[in-house]
């Protein structure tokens, strides 16, 4: 049903710790692959993705855009899931994306969703987290709490331009509030 793709930057620790939160929809079934795409050429991620039943996409490039375009190019299932290295899904998300999608199937209409942004309860609380709280309320969800689509949809909206600076912000902007939902599953970022 689901192709996870999870850009890396060559970091073992939040890699694992994402792998690890999926592995109960991979057991439930939800989940078809998961691609961990790393341009780093470190060989560190190639590691995990061998001990860990993964796709390991290598990339050209340096940005995120790149990495995502790259994943979901080499993606097989209908539905993509985009996960940040780092990200856990708090337990529940394997129900609600079922429903999500079966949701969207029926009703034939083109719909994304992305979770909602939980801080981790050991991360400092700094500036810098207060004004990232005030952005997603002023603009939105943010590239960090995920994306899951249907693949035609994320076809025809053009997909993650892969040089583009801030491809997941030019991504949620060009799905729109009307054609977003926001999923009760939270998404906390560790590392």
């Given at each position: 049903?689901?192709?996870?793709?999870?850009?890396?930057?060559?970091?073992?620790?939040?890699?694992?710790?994402?792998?690890?939160?999926?592995?109960?929809?991979?057991?439930?079934?939800?989940?078809?692959?998961?691609?961990?795409?790393?341009?780093?050429?470190?060989?560190?991620?190639?590691?995990?993705?061998?001990?860990?039943?993964?796709?390991?996409?290598?990339?050209?490039?340096?940005?995120?855009?790149?990495?995502?375009?790259?994943?979901?190019?080499?993606?097989?299932?209908?539905?993509?899931?985009?996960?940040?290295?780092?990200?856990?899904?708090?337990?529940?998300?394997?129900?609600?994306?079922?429903q999500f999608i079966q949701?969207?199937?029926?009703?034939?209409?083109?719909?994304?969703?992305?979770?909602?942004?939980?801080?981790?309860?050991?991360?400092?609380?700094?500036l810098r987290d207060i004004?990232?709280?005030?952005?997603?309320?002023?603009v939105g969800p943010l590239?960090?709490?995920?994306?899951?689509?249907?693949?035609?949809?994320?076809?025809?909206?053009?997909?993650?331009?892969?040089?583009?600076?801030?491809?997941?912000?030019?991504?949620?902007?060009?799905?729109?509030?009307?054609?977003?939902?926001?999923?009760?599953?939270?998404?906390?970022?560790?590392?």
């Amino acid at each position: 049903m689901l192709s996870v793709i999870i850009p890396t930057d060559g970091v073992e620790q939040t890699a694992v710790a994402t792998l690890a939160a999926l592995v109960p929809g991979a057991a439930a079934g939800v989940i078809r692959e998961v691609l961990l795409v790393d341009g780093t050429r470190n060989g560190v991620i190639e590691r995990v993705a061998d001990v860990a039943g993964c796709r390991f996409i290598g990339f050209e490039g340096s940005s995120q855009g790149a990495a995502l375009a790259a994943g979901a190019r080499q993606a097989r299932s209908p539905w993509l899931m985009f996960l940040p290295a780092g990200a856990v899904l708090e337990t529940g998300w394997i129900e609600e994306t079922t429903q999500f999608i079966q949701a969207v199937a029926t009703s034939g209409r083109d719909r994304a969703a992305v979770f909602r942004y939980a801080r981790s309860p050991y991360a400092n609380t700094a500036l810098r987290d207060i004004l990232w709280a005030v952005a997603r309320k002023l603009v939105g969800p943010l590239g960090d709490q995920g994306l899951l689509i249907a693949r035609e949809h994320y076809d025809r909206i053009g997909g993650y331009p892969p040089h583009a600076r801030h491809s997941e912000a030019r991504l949620l902007r060009r799905l729109g509030r009307s054609s977003r939902t926001m999923l009760r599953s939270r998404i906390v970022m560790v590392g």
